[in-house]
């Protein structure tokens, strides 16, 4: 077995290479390689893997590896035959441990590191057993209610009628109460009205920002028009569906339904819809009804 390390080593130190050249090319580790040098093929895994290596090493450093496998088989055979002789020599009373050679414990790279991958993982579960213990170990804080008095509710306004009475005329009550569910958008969203519109029909459209007129025609289905206005964006379309419209960035979906007449206005307070004005129709005064003349009678004396 020596005799065959030696063979392997001559033949690399001839080549000038190291183990570490020879772990790169073969991708056998140097401390396999290097057990295989000093014959100490007990050290490695099995037999089948000492053929293996020492083929690949052999092939690699330009020897015959079927002759470096024979003269493997001749040392197996004949160290197995010295040791059945070694058995029948010795003596009963001698165990047969003290006959065997020490053998040399070799620790490899990849054991140390299962070792203490093995180790990490279980500190770690050490660890974490440890933490959910002291969490469920630990009392639970009651709740604290709040005593405190809630404020009394704001008095909501009374309407327009209540506070009228009955000395307004109906028609008027109905116009005031009309008027103060008007919805009011919160001021101060944005800046400026950037307003974008999309066609999704085929559509009339006219546009009107800040009192300017800036388009007005037929849009096409898939047309896409931008437009900005300091206070106020009017849109007029003869086919609310086939409009829709987006609000600095926000859709604002479809304007209306299919073949829809229908105004939007968009002012910095969002989305209004325009109030129609109301017009006031005169009543015609009934004509004067004529005062009869009195007629004066003579009476004869």
Known sequence: MESIGKTLREARESLGLTLEEVERATRIRAVRLDALENGEFDSLPSRAQVRGFLRNYADYLGLNPEEILQRLAQGETSQSGRTKRSRTTASPSTPAAAQRPPRRLRIYGDQIITAGVAFAVITLLVWGSNRILLTL??????????????????????????????AIPPAEVTQQIEASVTPTLPLGLVERIELEILAEQSTFVQVIADGQEQFQGRML?????????????????????????????????????????????????????????????????????????????QVGG
Do not use: C, H, Y
């Not at 005593?147 to 008095?155: H, L, V």
């Not at 859709?251 to 007449?261: A, E, P, R, T």
């Open 137 to 166: 170990n630990q009392p639970v804080e009651p709740t604290v209610v709040s005593t405190e008095t809630s404020p009394a509710p704001t008095q909501l306004p009374t309407s327009t009628a209540q506070l009228i009475g009955e």
């Open 221 to 297: 289905a898939g047309d896409r028009l931008s437009f900005i206005g300091e206070d106020r964006v009017e849109v007029i379309t003869g086919n609310g569906r086939g409009l829709r419209v987006f609000f600095n960035g926000q859709d604002q979906g479809l304007m209306g339904q299919v073949n829809q007449v229908i105004t939007r206005v968009w002012t910095i307070r969002g989305m209004q819809t325009p109030t129609p004005t109301q017009t006031l129709t005169p009543t015609a005064s009934p004509p004067p009804t004529e005062t009869p003349t009195p007629t004066i009678t």
